[in-house]
Every structure is written in structure tokens, then in C-alpha cells.
T-cell receptor
Framework: TQLLEQSPQFLSIQEGENLTVYCNSS?????LQWYRQEPGEGPVLLVT?????EVKKLKRLTFQFGDARKDSSLHITAAQPGDTGLYLC??????????FGTGTRLTIIP | DTGVSQDPRHKITKRGQNVTFRCDPI?????LYWYRQTLGQGPEFLTY????????KSRLLSDRFSAERPKGSFSTLEIQRTEQGDSAMYLC?????????????FGPGTRLLVL
């Protein structure tokens, strides 16, 4: 059974600061996805990465996929209160079901 | 709004009672998924359908749980003889399966509390 560990579990920083959260898998990812989930809502897809070493940018968010396709990082530049939420990494196993990580709960303090 | 909808949004029940949740996927999405999310954890896969066929069930889905998608549109998830350990957020997602990489669109979830 694949295990996805995310760190840190909780992160609280001031508005305007930079941060990085991590996702590590016990096995090679099929297809790595990052989601953000706000309280009382379902997860919303941010990005999908497939190729080892791939880097994708989404405005102030930078996603990096490890060369060995077993780890990933999400870097946020100049964090804003709207970035607050639960960040989840997931493996889209066999292009079908998702296996989610444990999540990083991010709070941006105005 | 034509996103995934779930009903009810919140449900409080007593241990031993049966509960049923409904999910309405995005129109014309042929795949529908159910996940369960407990406090402080990521969602866990329960089961999924392609049209009306249930293609896979997780070992998490005990015999007290049953899911249906009778006409390939909406789906129901029933929990019989609820236990306190069933307390969780139940999430539904749908996707337009085309044989390649897909995006799953999640609903807002049904939060269940078993007393």
C-alpha cells in the first residue's frame, strides 16, 4: 500500500512570507497531483505533474517533481490570506482512483 | 452552478441508525467516485462507478456500506447500523473519463456525525 507523507503537518506564517511544503511517497508516483481544500469544501485540483524533474508554475505557486518521481514540493511566494487551506498531494493511480497524502494545513496571518 | 452537488451537507445520527447520502455529478461525467475524509487526514478512496457499473470497492467499504448509481447519473451511499467510527466527511467526485489522464471534480461533501 502506497503511503504519502506530507510535511509539515501544520504551518502558520505571516502574509508576504515564502514557504515550502513537501510530499514524499513510499513508491513511485503514477501521476502526482496537488489539491487545495478549504474548510467545508471538497479538494480543488491545482496541478498535475507526470515527468520526473518537472517544474510547473501557477502564479505564485511553484510545483517541483523529484527526479525519481517519489517526492514533490510546493513553494508559495509572498503568501496571501487567500492561500489558507489544506494542501494535499495525491497519486492518480492507474488514471483512476486517487491516493491522498496526510495534508499540510496552512494558515496565512494578515 | 453546474458543479458536483451533495445532499445533505450535514447529518447527525444515533449509533445503529441507517443513513443515505446523495451525490449529483457534473452532467455527462461518466465516472463517479466516493471518498471518506476523517479529521486531520486526506481523503480515502471508497468506491467508484463508470456509468452504472461499480468497478472497484476499497476494503474500507465494509458490508454495512452500499453504493449505487442506478441510471448512471446520481449516486447514493448508504451506511447501515452506523457506528461512531463512521463519523467523517463523505466526498463525491466525478470525471469525464476518456481513457487517459482525467481531472476529478469534488463536491462539498456530507459531514456525518454519529452519536
Amino acid at each position: 500500500t502506497q503511503l504519502l507523507e506530507q510535511s509539515p503537518q501544520f504551518l502558520s506564517i505571516q502574509e508576504g512570507e515564502n514557504l515550502t511544503v513537501y510530499c514524499n511517497s513510499s513508491s513511485v508516483f503514477s501521476s502526482l497531483q496537488w489539491y487545495r481544500q478549504e474548510p467545508g469544501e471538497g479538494p480543488v485540483l491545482l496541478v498535475t505533474v507526470v515527468t520526473g524533474g518537472e517544474v510547473k508554475k501557477l502564479k505564485r505557486l511553484t510545483f517541483q517533481f523529484g527526479d525519481a518521481r517519489k517526492d514533490s514540493s510546493l513553494h508559495i511566494t509572498a503568501a496571501q490570506p487567500g492561500d489558507t487551506g489544506l494542501y494535499l498531494c495525491a497519486d492518480l493511480f492507474g488514471n483512476e482512483k486517487l491516493t491522498f497524502g496526510t495534508g499540510t494545513r496552512l494558515t496565512i496571518i494578515p | 452552478d453546474t458543479g458536483v452537488s451533495q445532499d445533505p451537507r450535514h447529518k447527525i445520527t444515533k449509533r445503529g441508525q441507517n443513513v443515505t447520502f446523495r451525490c449529483d455529478p457534473i452532467s455527462e461525467h461518466n465516472r463517479l467516485y466516493w471518498y471518506r475524509q476523517t479529521l486531520g487526514q486526506g481523503p480515502e478512496f471508497l468506491t467508484y462507478f463508470q456509468n452504472e457499473a461499480q468497478l472497484e470497492k476499497s476494503r474500507l467499504l465494509s458490508d454495512r456500506f452500499s453504493a449505487e448509481r442506478p441510471k448512471g447519473s446520481f449516486s447514493t451511499l448508504e451506511i447501515q447500523r452506523t457506528e461512531q467510527g463512521d463519523s467523517a466527511m463523505y466526498l463525491c467526485a466525478s470525471s469525464p473519463w476518456s481513457g487517459i489522464q482525467e481531472t476529478q471534480y469534488f463536491g462539498p461533501g456530507t459531514r456525518l456525525l454519529v452519536l
